[in-house]
């Protein structure tokens, strides 16, 4: 039989264990490049061993860990008036969203992300309506309170923050500043929830460690891509998720 609780671990034998730290160094070097995608490419291979309850928290502190290598890596590019605005609205978000934690249907969600998404990305203009402030401050709120039940919302926050950058560097540093905001606030409100991690541990630092090494490679690479074909590849991976997103919520709906 298969022991299922390796190094105490829930869920986990050897292998998964393996499975799961390598997919953190893969999904956080796409990250580092495409600053929007790591995380939900994560999410979707650890929700095949963890339950939703397990997951999310799980999943959420590996995306911190490996976000703030990122933003130290790179934080001479954030666009820092994006923050305050922001912290302030996941603040709200997170709040609101710990109220109903699991309670809306994923299925709804993702697809209301994804067909956000689309609009978002394919109507620029939309991205620039308002102000710095309020812009932010409403991704703040609608990224933090989805991620409660998503996790993985860093493809709200990328048409925003790339209508808005001046180059490829200022884009994957700022998201990566934002989803960090975001991270921290929805730790807060599992830890009021009263959320138990301690067994997960091991597992979760050894997943920030290849993480921090796949978004140190990402960044190197990065800086030798042309922002053509950066904005070109960025625009359609983030139609290929969101498309994703809604044949998810749709299937889990019928």
């Known amino acids: 039989m298969v022991d299922m609780f390796f190094l105490g671990i829930p869920y986990v034998d050897e292998w998964i264990f393996l499975g799961l730290i390598l997919a953190s160094f893969c999904t956080t070097f796409l990250g580092a490049i495409s600053g929007a995608g790591g995380g939900l490419v994560l999410l979707t291979i650890m929700a095949f061993v963890f339950p939703p309850t397990v997951l999310i928290p799980v999943h959420t502190v590996v995306q911190l860990g490996t976000g703030s290598s990122r933003v130290l890596i790179m934080w001479r590019y954030v666009m820092r008036g994006t923050l305050l605005p922001f912290l302030i609205g996941a603040g709200l978000g997170a709040a609101l969203g710990a109220q109903i934690f699991i309670a809306l249907p994923s299925a709804v969600l993702q697809g209301m992300i994804g067909a956000f998404v689309l609009i978002v990305t394919w109507l620029p203009k939309f991205n620039r309506t308002g102000t710095l402030t309020s812009q932010y401050a409403f991704l703040g709120f609608i990224a933090t309170f989805l991620g409660m039940f998503i996790s993985a919302t860093a493809v709200i926050l990328a048409p925003f923050v790339a209508s808005a950058s001046a180059d490829r560097r200022n884009y994957a540093a700022t998201v990566a500043a ?77």
């Open 178 to 254: 934002l989803m960090v905001i975001g991270h921290i606030m929805k730790l807060v409100a599992f830890g009021l929830l009263g959320v138990a991690l301690a067994a997960y541990v091991p597992l979760m630092l050894s997943m920030i460690l290849t993480g921090i090494l796949g978004t140190w490679l990402g960044s190197r690479a990065l800086n030798r891509i042309s922002e053509k074909v950066f904005r070109t590849s960025l625009k359609i991976l983030l139609t290929c998720l969101a498309l994703r997103l809604i044949w998810i919520g749709l299937s889990k709906l019928t």
